[in-house]
Nanobody, 112 residues
Framework: QVQLAESGGGLVQSGGSLKLSCAAS?????WNWYRQAPGKAREWVAV???????NYADAVKGRFTISRDNAENTVSLQMNRLKSEDTAVYYC?????????WGKGTQVTVSS
């Protein structure tokens, strides 16, 4: 069982930046970030594969950057030029080798 611990959420003004991090207690194959805004379904934000390849949702492309440290079993999400519509609870998702794990979520609030 892999445990995930997220950090880095908070309140920021529109146009500002935040960096989210997630640490795993074990080895991870690839990572995703998801988010869920109030009253909306959880949506996928970004993925980073074991080899470092990345992909992003159109809504965040060019503003968010996902990265990982395989030695430390961590993933980060650098969020720049934040908008009010980025307000959500952000979840890291670790996909192992036959299992997947979810963090508890961290709140990001962007004030306009």
């Amino acid at each position: 069982q892999v445990q995930l611990a997220e950090s880095g959420g908070g309140l920021v003004q529109s146009g500002g930046s935040l960096k989210l991090s997630c640490a795993a207690s074990g080895r991870v194959n690839y990572w995703n970030w998801y988010r869920q805004a109030p009253g909306k379904a959880r949506e996928w934000v970004a993925v980073i594969l074991s080899g470092g390849g990345t992909n992003y949702a159109d809504a965040v492309k060019g503003r968010f950057t996902i990265s990982r440290d395989n030695a430390e079993n961590t993933v980060s999400l650098q969020m720049n030029r934040l908008k009010s519509e980025d307000t959500a609870v952000y979840y890291c998702n670790a996909v192992g080798f036959g299992e997947e794990y979810w963090g508890k979520g961290t709140q990001v609030t962007v004030s306009s």
